[in-house]
Antibody
Framework: QVQLQESGPGLVKPSETLSLTCNVS????????WSWIRQPPGKGLEFIGF???????NYNPSLYSRVTISIDMSKNQFSLKLRSVTAADTAVYYC??????????WGQGTLVTVSS | EIVLAQSPGTLSLSPGERATLSCRAS???????LAWYQQKPGQAPRLLIY???RRAAGIPDRFSGSGSGTDFTLTISRLEPGDFAVYYC?????????FGGGTRVEI
C-alpha cells in the first residue's frame, strides 16, 4: 500500500517560493501519476497539478504561471514549487497518488503558512 | 471548468439513519468519472467511491454511489458514529480536476 509523506518549510515569506517534497514508499514512482492538492484552513479542496512518470505535467490554469511540479525517479520523490506566494497560498498541501483516470489517494498533508 | 455543487451544505442526522448527499455538475460528467471522499477534522481526505459507484478498498458496503450525467448521489445506508465528517465529490472527466464545496454530516 502506497505511503506518501510531505516535507518542507512550514513558514514561507510573502513573494518567496514555496517548496515541498513528497516521499513515496510502497509503490514505484515510475508506475503512476502523482499530484498536489491544497486546502486553505476551513475551506475546500483545490487541485494544483499532476505529473506523470514520464515527466509530463498538467496544472490548474488558476496557478499555471506560478507552479512547477517535478519528479525524481532515483529518489522515488516528486516536488512542488509555487512562486511569488501571498497569504492566499496559506493551506494544507497534500501530495497524492492518482488512481485510475484521476481520483486520489492522499498523504497526511502539511500546513504551509505564508507570513512575514 | 466543471463546477460541482454539493447539497445540502450541512446534514443533521442521528446514528442509524440514512444519509443522502447530492453532487450536481455544471456539465455532463461523461464516462461517470466522479469520486467521493470523506474528511474528518485534522485528517486527510479518504477515497470512498470512484467511477461513480465503485467502492475503494476497505470501504464498507453501507457507502454507495450512484448517478449519471450531471446528478450524482452518495448514500450512507445506516450512519455510524465514525461517519460524521465532511464529504466531497470530485470529477476527473476534464481538466482542471475539480471538487465540490463539501457536505458536512453532523449529529
Amino acid at each position: 500500500q502506497v505511503q506518501l509523506q510531505e516535507s518542507g518549510p512550514g513558514l514561507v515569506k510573502p513573494s518567496e517560493t514555496l517548496s515541498l517534497t513528497c516521499n513515496v514508499s510502497g509503490d514505484s514512482i515510475s508506475s503512476f501519476y502523482w499530484s498536489w492538492i491544497r486546502q486553505p484552513p476551513g475551506k475546500g479542496l483545490e487541485f494544483i497539478g499532476f505529473i506523470s512518470y514520464t515527466g509530463s505535467t498538467n496544472y490548474n490554469p488558476s496557478l499555471y504561471s506560478r507552479v512547477t511540479i517535478s519528479i525524481d525517479m532515483s529518489k522515488n520523490q516528486f516536488s512542488l514549487k509555487l512562486r511569488s506566494v501571498t497569504a492566499a497560498d496559506t493551506a494544507v498541501y497534500y501530495c497524492t497518488r492518482v488512481g485510475g483516470s484521476g481520483y486520489f489517494y492522499w498523504g497526511q498533508g502539511t500546513l504551509v503558512t505564508v507570513s512575514s | 471548468e466543471i463546477v460541482l455543487a454539493q447539497s445540502p451544505g450541512t446534514l443533521s442526522l442521528s446514528p442509524g439513519e440514512r444519509a443522502t448527499l447530492s453532487c450536481r455538475a455544471s456539465q455532463s460528467v461523461k464516462t461517470n468519472y466522479l469520486a467521493w471522499y470523506q474528511q474528518k477534522p485534522g485528517q486527510a481526505p479518504r477515497l470512498l467511491i470512484y467511477d461513480t459507484s465503485r467502492r475503494a478498498a476497505g470501504i464498507p458496503d453501507r457507502f454507495s454511489g450512484s448517478g449519471s450525467g450531471t446528478d450524482f448521489t452518495l448514500t450512507i445506508s445506516r450512519l455510524e458514529p465514525g461517519d460524521f465528517a465532511v464529504y466531497y465529490c470530485q470529477q476527473y472527466v476534464s481538466s482542471p480536476l475539480t471538487f465540490g464545496g463539501g457536505t458536512r454530516v453532523e449529529i
